[in-house]
């Protein structure tokens, strides 16, 4: 403790003798500071942000739907689309035809633009730039191509399985013709209608004594009643069947003509008026503390060669 109170108070009368240098050092500090900090040198970015939910978002894997939504955000189909509406090759100063253009392009939209996922499952959408309206802009686009592209990839999907269940549909039919033919080439030929309701009233007309068309309809329905009655229960499924699958072809159809929303916005982008960068203040700081602290070693190092000296 006594050691740490010499060397605070050498340090303290270090200080006050080299007072003048320190003063100096200080107010050129802030000065030159504040000038290169200011807009003269440094141009101010505004930041424009919206936090959104996902929406009518179907699973397509073990993800959440808020990580489908971040991979979908992190795409280069959305960074092309926000390039290209927004010119942003001109508007950050790259020459496109550059062998490099794409690469530096892609470096400055990544440090401009941000999307991370949140503890309560939203994801935010950061877009810092030059031009307050500009980044709102861009923030909007964001949101507005994230939809469009869920919708496509929903869209495809919806498309793949239509395809499927007219396919299955087309197969139903054809089985239902075929069936529809033979049962009624067994009603007109052998006069089997209904096998259950014939059967008895066959049964009892028969025990009564019957007659020859008694006879005869008994005779049909030993030989071919196994085969309607066979024949009837497969039409009855395959028609349940062919019911089920059209109800969900079309409600698949109505998915695909159906315009959804896919985020529900939280906190809409604004336009900032405040600038987010440079913080003068910090940057004044920082660079006094740092000159000043870089003057004491500085000095240290001289007093400790007088002594030597």
Known sequence: MEEYTKNSFYLVKLILKWKVHFIVITISAILLSALFSSEWFIKPRFKSFATVYPANVLPFSEESKTEQILQVLQSSQIRDAIVQKFNLFEHYGINASESEANAKLIGIYNSFVSVSKTEFESVDIKVTDTDPKLACDMVNEIISQLNKKISSLHKEKAKEVAIVLEKQLKLKSSQLDSLNKGLQELRTKYQILDYDDQAKEVSKAYLKGGNANTNSLMKNLEEKGGEYYQMKKVYDDVIKSYGATRTEYDNVLKELNKEFTYTYVVS???????????????????????????????????NNKNKIA
């Open 268 to 302: 809409p982008p604004s336009v900032a008026d405040k600038k987010s960068y440079p913080i003068r203040w910090l940057i004044v700081s920082i660079s006094t503390i740092s000159t000043n602290f870089l003057l004491l070693i500085i000095v240290l190092i001289l």
